[in-house]
């Protein structure tokens, strides 16, 4: 018997607008944006339905946003297919993802995962801040000869793989100038580049201290045992211990995010079909080039 799946975005989704017309036609969705401004301190449906996109790239904003939007789209799948919603098995989240699944499968609640991922938001900013770095998307070669190409381009600095995310498909993070140098030679190899819009090299050692930041908001969370198996960023796997699940996810925001592992245990536990809930059609691209014979529906905002 086939199971259901669902899947949540991370950072990089987020665009001027979104969940707008949900808040205005979902009284579920309009309480999450009314519940999220009293925890974060800002009116944050009016960042998402108005902008402007600079306020809301920003890994502050965006971070809170995208969580709390795709919490506003699963309130609306729960209206449209609900015996859909009640019958999944499983779930995952891109990085910031990870907590909106988690909160799915009931380990935190909506208020509490919220203040954390604000938090978050704000360490890895300042991490971003200290020191110019950012995240590459290399496109055509495989996960050794990303590394190799970062091998090329370090020169005594951090690049390194960040996400592993489909065959073809590999982000590299580091200083701004490793980057830079990544891409010369990536494109010299005759790869594709992409220079993702983000602050920073997140899943690096440059996010240092925003670990121990989140470690430190994270220790006054409560979190219960999944429901549902949520599976881990770090290691592909999911966790019943909530203190495991509290250090995975602090060790997520330096470690790289291994997105395609992710999805192949899920796919080897009979997950299919696969729902991407939130803004965005990102995951199911991935998904397709990890196994096109597995279906995946997109539920947007």
Known sequence: MSKTA?????????????GRELAASLPAAR???????SVLGFDLAKVCFEGPAERLDSTVHSQPAIFVTSLAALEQFKTRSPNVVASCSAAAGLSLGEYTALVF????????????VQKRGQA????????????????????????ALCDEARGGEILQVANLLCPGNTVASGTKSACERLVERAEAAGARTVVLPVAGAFHTPIMHPADERLAAALSGAKLARPRIPVVSNVDARPHDDPEEIR?????QVIRPVRWEDSMRYLI????????????GRVLKGLLRRIDKDVKCENVEV
């Open 6 to 18: 669902f899947l949540f975005p991370g950072q990089g989704v987020q665009k001027v607008g979104m």
């Open 31 to 37: 309480e999450l944006y009314d519940r999220a401004n």
């Open 105 to 116: 499968a009931g380990v935190m609640e909506f208020e509490t995962a919220l203040g954390v």
């Open 124 to 147: 890895m900013q300042d991490a971003s801040d200290a020191t110019q770095s950012g995240m590459v998307s290399v496109l055509g070669p495989d996960r050794a000869g990303v590394e």
């Open 247 to 251: 250090r995975l996810l602090v060790e």
């Open 268 to 279: 080897a536990q009979g997950c299919d079909p696969f729902y991407e809930i939130g803004p």
